[in-house]
């Protein structure tokens, strides 16, 4: 299986910074890459796919870059709605795998 | 809007077999863009991804679980299930299902059910 490991685990930002959150794959994976938001209790929310492209109806606030094995989301001008845990998410090998999290609070 | 939603038992006992089943709406099953998921999630971890159907009836196991698990579908209710055997505390979790686009780079879980926590204790 491809182990995705992001960094920083938890961190902490204030509504308006920019925060960027890393995550990187054991193995290459191409721009095959997702992210999501997942806010307590609730099931995870797609964000980007394939690395860059923002899903219908994420701000653009909402921002990633990478390919090969590094990969990174930024999210500009924090809004107290983005306080959340975040997820990479593999999708070039089955088993799709994700990370471990990055929970971001104030 | 395409919604999902988990049902069955919230409690199982060990060496029993766990049965969920997903009810989709707003989507059709039938479409050959998108298969049909199981995951789970256990307290401060990503999401696992424990396989997932196609409408026809073809099927992804996680190697992992594949010895115990059976996913399947009912395109007549627009229905999916899992079943997963001989549970033990480990698969205690909150079980989701989910739809997945799967078109090459285009590959991710973009609905979501709002997932059903299963606990497995006597």
């Known amino acids: 299986d491809i182990q995705m490991t992001q960094s920083p685990s938890s961190l902490s930002a204030s509504v308006g910074d920019r925060v960027t959150i890393s995550c990187r794959a054991s193995?290459?994976?191409?721009?095959?890459l997702n992210w999501y938001e997942q806010k307590r209790g609730k099931a995870p929310r797609l964000l980007i796919y394939a690395t860059t492209r923002l899903q219908s109806g994420v701000p653009s606030r909402f921002s990633a870059s990478g390919g090969g094995t590094d990969f990174s989301l930024t999210i500009n001008n924090l809004q107290p709605e983005d306080f959340a845990t975040y997820y990479c998410q593999q999708s070039y090998s089955t088993p799709y795998t994700f990370g471990q999290g990055t929970k971001l609070d104030i | 809007q395409v919604q999902l939603q988990e049902s069955g038992p919230g409690l199982v006992k060990p060496s029993q077999t766990l049965s969920l089943t997903c009810t989709v709406s707003g989507a059709s099953i039938f479409s050959n863009e998108y298969y049909w998921s199981w995951l789970r999630q256990h307290p401060g971890e990503g999401p696992e991804l424990i396989g997932y159907?196609?409408?026809?009836?073809?099927?992804y196991y996680n190697p992992s679980l594949k010895s115990r698990l059976t996913i399947s579908v009912d395109t007549s209710k627009s229905q999916f299930s899992l079943k997963l055997n001989s549970v033990t505390a480990a698969d205690t979790a909150i079980y989701y299902c989910?739809?997945?686009?799967?078109?090459?780079?285009?590959?991710?879980?973009?609905?979501w059910g709002q997932g059903t926590l299963v606990t497995v204790s006597s």
């Open positions: 159907i196609y409408y026809s009836g073809g099927t």
């Open positions: 989910a739809r997945v686009r799967k078109q090459l780079v285009r590959t991710y879980f973009d609905y």
């Open positions: 193995q290459t994976i191409n721009i095959y």
